[in-house]
């Protein structure tokens, strides 16, 4: 009985707080006793008031407008309990530190000094063993008509392939230059052939014999005589112009006399080595001392070579550009989302040249954003369709679309480049042979970079050698080998995957932590704001309490009626089953609780109910 008295006193009184009814009983004597205290207390003020003014001192009047909650709050000196001080300081800090953190593109400062190449940072240990498979494959040309080219016929070419040899990188001897932000390092390279995925690497092979028409193309410059000699020599040699080999041996290496001969007595800057071998100085560690930026003073040319060897320019050549290394190595290249540029290089040392990737458009790689990039049809060949290839032009040169001579650093041989099966080429180089089918997506040199990191997700390097072999009627073992450019074989380099670990840290980088971090400093500056706000609203409705008891009382009084009004919905069933009852038991207390308004001077501390009077006499 006791929680009912108390349940309905605190309804009524909520009752008649927040809708404003006439009241009845104890309640009206009090409102009406608490009115003549304050007109009896108005005159003592004014007087006060009166007298403080003639006195010159100010008094704090009795009543005063309030103001807002936060002045009021700091006015009155109101104390605040440690553990909401605590939540509004916590709050503060989190508030300040969203907004410093959505303001400040310190996600973008925090991705580039780790991009940096430095000792013990992300990039470095990518850079340094990246872990990556990256392959190697060779496809051959194995001519199946050597007779009937010597008698007049186009050579007829078979492609015999792919070898395919799984490249374990490593950079070695590192050392960072800190006077000019470089890292100076040596690659180590070791290629294991890879059966899986390859043919038979002692598949036979007919393929020109290199040494010996390099020497026979040398041999018109040499005069009458010395040509003759040349070729009583080759004859009691018994070389041919064509050879049998396997394609591991013209890979890797095979025992050639003229070679030899050349390694002995060639001057040092252009011996060859003492066996012939299209790809034979890859394995082991380099010789070769590059010199790369790490991008400190500046991310335009990040990744690029700084110097070979002590040398910041290549010496086969004589003028700009074609001297220039400032080229990428593969591992980096420079951000696009950072330069804006259109353009990146790249440098390899078998093509004795850097080679340019225009941009072309935006793709997507594994779920991360990257920039495709090709190498423009226009890279190889005459000064005609690009002038930059005028300086690669020699004497004895004849400029040529789609082909590029790199003859100065591969020992004097007449080594020519171009795309595989003369893709993007001049039509007259593909029409003098048969068997070559050019196609962009197996032929083309492409790359897709990621664009804020400047990390290559895909890219493959595809490059066709060709030997120009000119007549050397002088020559007898020769003297029927017409001037033609002999394709030899192609190669792809590459990678066409990321590893599981490096494709994780990208993805954090570029897709997940663009959008979390704007999302985490918003809810910060929204936590932290209504942490203050709630901490002072509290702080607002405990002062306005202590001051003014009834304001407990109407709090008390909405939570009861909430109560209540929920107890009502969730048993209504309950009550249709006793209205009856509830009706019998409303007539009965009716009289009591009419008594109780219409008589305000008995004070009897019976229960209050919570209908007005004027309710009750309609229902009677």
Excluded at 134 to 141: D, N, P, Q, S
Excluded at 551 to 570: P, V
Excluded at 573 to 584: P, S, W
């Amino acid at each position: 009985m006791g929680l009912e008295k108390h349940y309905l006193r605190y309804g009524r009184t909520a009752r008649d707080q927040l809708l404003h009814w006439a009241t009845c009983g104890r309640a009206a004597r009090r409102a009406q006793q608490q009115q003549q205290q304050q007109q009896q207390l108005q005159p003592q003020q004014q007087q006060q008031t009166q007298g403080s003014s003639s006195t010159g001192r100010r008094s704090r009047p009795h009543v005063t407008h309030r103001g807002t909650p936060l002045s009021m709050l700091i006015s009155h000196g109101v104390k605040i309990s440690n553990n909401r001080l605590a939540v509004i300081i916590i709050g503060i800090v989190t508030l300040i530190l969203g907004i410093v953190l959505s303001s400040i593109p310190w996600l973008d400062y925090f991705i580039l000094k780790n991009l940096r190449l430095w000792n013990d940072t992300l990039s470095y240990h990518y850079w340094q063993r990246p872990g990556v498979i990256r392959l190697t494959k060779v496809y051959i040309y194995n001519v199946t008509n050597p007779d009937g080219f010597l008698g007049g016929e186009k050579p007829k070419l078979q492609e015999v392939g792919p070898f395919v040899y799984r490249e374990d990188m490593e950079k070695v001897n590192v050392k960072f230059h800190e006077n000019n932000y470089t890292v100076s390092y040596q690659h180590k390279k070791i290629l294991q052939f890879v059966p899986e995925l390859s043919i038979d690497k002692n598949t036979p092979i007919v393929t020109p014999n290199i040494p010996m028409l390099t020497l026979t193309s040398l041999s018109p410059k040499l005069g009458y005589l010395l040509s003759k000699t040349i070729s009583i020599v080759l004859t009691a040699a018994k070389l041919k112009p064509f050879i049998n080999v396997t394609a591991d041996q013209l890979v890797f290496g095979y025992d050639d006399a003229l070679v030899s001969l050349a390694h002995r007595f060639y001057p040092k800057h252009m011996r060859p080595m003492e066996r012939m071998g299209l790809l034979l100085g890859r394995n082991g560690t380099l010789t070769e001392v590059s010199n790369i930026k790490t991008g400190y003073q500046g991310m335009e040319q990040f990744g690029y070579i700084d110097s070979l060897n002590g040398m910041d320019h290549l010496s086969h050549w004589n003028e700009e550009p074609c001297t220039s290394i400032a080229g990428s190595e593969g591992s980096f290249f420079p951000p696009r989302d950072i330069t804006k540029s259109d353009v990146v290089h790249i440098y390899d040392k078998d093509l004795c040249r850097i080679i340019p990737l225009r941009y072309v458009k935006r793709v997507e790689k594994d779920g991360l954003a990257a920039d495709l990039y090709r190498l423009p049809n226009n890279s190889y060949g005459d000064s005609r369709n690009n002038p930059e290839n005028k300086c690669y032009d020699t004497n004895d040169y004849e400029a040529v679309q789609g082909l590029q001579n790199i003859s100065p650093c591969q020992y004097g041989a007449p080594v020519y480049i171009s795309n595989p099966h003369f893709y993007e080429s001049d039509p007259q180089l593909l029409d003098a042979v048969e068997g070559l089918q050019p196609e962009r997506e197996k032929h083309e040199t492409y790359f897709k970079i990621q664009p804020k990191l400047g990390v290559p997700l895909e890219g493959k390097v595809r490059i066709q050698l060709n030997l120009k072999v000119t007549r050397a009627k002088d020559v007898h073992p020769v003297r029927d080998f017409r001037d033609f450019v002999f394709p030899v074989m192609w190669l792809e380099e590459g990678i066409s995957e990321l590893t599981p670990a490096i494709k994780g840290w990208l993805y954090l980088a570029t897709v997940i932590a663009p959008h979390a971090v704007p999302i985490g400093s918003y809810l910060m500056i929204v936590g932290g704001a209504s942490a203050v706000i709630f901490s002072f609203v509290r702080a607002y409705q405990n002062f306005m309490f202590a001051r003014d008891p009834s304001l407990e009382i109407l709090e008390m009084g909405r939570r009861s009626l909430r109560r209540g009004s929920s107890f009502i919905a969730h048993q209504q069933h309950k009550l249709m089953l006793h209205q009856r009852d509830n009706y019998a038991l409303l007539r009965t207390h009716m009289p009591h609780a009419m008594t109780a308004c219409l008589d305000p001077e008995r004070d009897s501390d019976d229960v209050q109910p919570i209908i007005d009077c004027a309710a009750g006499i309609q229902e009677v």
